[in-house]
């Protein structure tokens, strides 16, 4: 009788820990929405107000000091574009976590991919990557590929009872 009694109350007490979890993975997921819905108002604006700069230095100076606005303005376009999929992966990581409740190695890899490619863009972009960290990054990139790779071909067995 008593084993029965504390497996009643492990149960419980499981169920509570599950429920709990799931209600703070959906503050999370709420947090992120809210976070990639700031970073997509903040890239419009961003663009917004890089065509309206690029248009008065036209106005202004004529076509020949357009170049380096052109790449300076891309630039932080570039990197808020780059960190806006970063984000939305980061996003599809906590949703797949409320509906299988556990964190898939293949999703987790591909948030890694998204995420250094995103550095080596930015580094590549701003011409401030030297051929020992590109192949460091390259090196990291494979190796989170494989276990992209990985991950979809050997998926995990479920007991099934």
Same mark, same amino acid.
Request: glycine letters at 6%.
């Given at each position: 009788?008593?084993?029965?009694?504390?497996?009643?109350?492990?149960?419980?007490?499981?169920?509570?820990?599950?429920? *709990?979890?799931?209600?703070?993975?959906?503050? =999370?997921? !709420?947090?992120? $929405?809210?976070?990639?819905?700031? #970073?997509? @108002? /903040?890239?419009?604006?961003?663009?917004?107000?890089?065509?309206?700069?690029?248009?008065?230095?036209?106005?202004?100076?004529?076509?020949?000091?357009?170049?380096?606005?052109?790449?300076?303005?891309?630039?932080?376009?570039?990197?808020?574009?780059?960190?806006?999929?970063?984000?939305?992966? *980061?996003?599809?990581?906590?949703?797949?976590? =409320?509906? !299988?409740?556990? $964190?898939?190695?293949?999703?987790? #890899?591909? @948030? /890694?991919?998204?995420?250094?490619?995103?550095?080596?863009?930015?580094?590549?972009?701003?011409?401030?990557?030297?051929?020992?960290?590109?192949?460091?990054?390259?090196?990291?990139?494979?190796?989170?590929?494989?276990?992209?790779?990985?991950?979809?071909?050997?998926?995990?067995?479920?007991?099934?009872?």
């Amino acid at each position: 009788m008593s084993q029965e009694i504390g497996a009643g109350a492990r149960g419980r007490t499981l169920s509570f820990y599950g429920k *709990l979890l799931d209600l703070i993975v959906i503050a =999370l997921i !709420f947090v992120m $929405l809210l976070t990639l819905l700031g #970073a997509l @108002v /903040g890239l419009a604006y961003d663009f917004a107000v890089a065509v309206s700069t690029l248009h008065e230095a036209a106005a202004a100076q004529g076509l020949t000091h357009i170049h380096s606005l052109v790449e300076d303005l891309g630039q932080g376009l570039v990197i808020d574009v780059l960190s806006t999929f970063v984000l939305i992966e *980061l996003f599809r990581t906590f949703t797949d976590y =409320l509906e !299988f409740h556990r $964190l898939r190695l293949r999703v987790l #890899a591909e @948030v /890694g991919i998204v995420f250094v490619l995103r550095e080596m863009f930015i580094g590549l972009y701003a011409h401030r990557m030297d051929s020992t960290e590109l192949l460091a990054i390259a090196a990291l990139l494979a190796v989170l590929v494989a276990a992209r790779v990985a991950a979809v071909q050997f998926p995990p067995r479920h007991n099934e009872t």
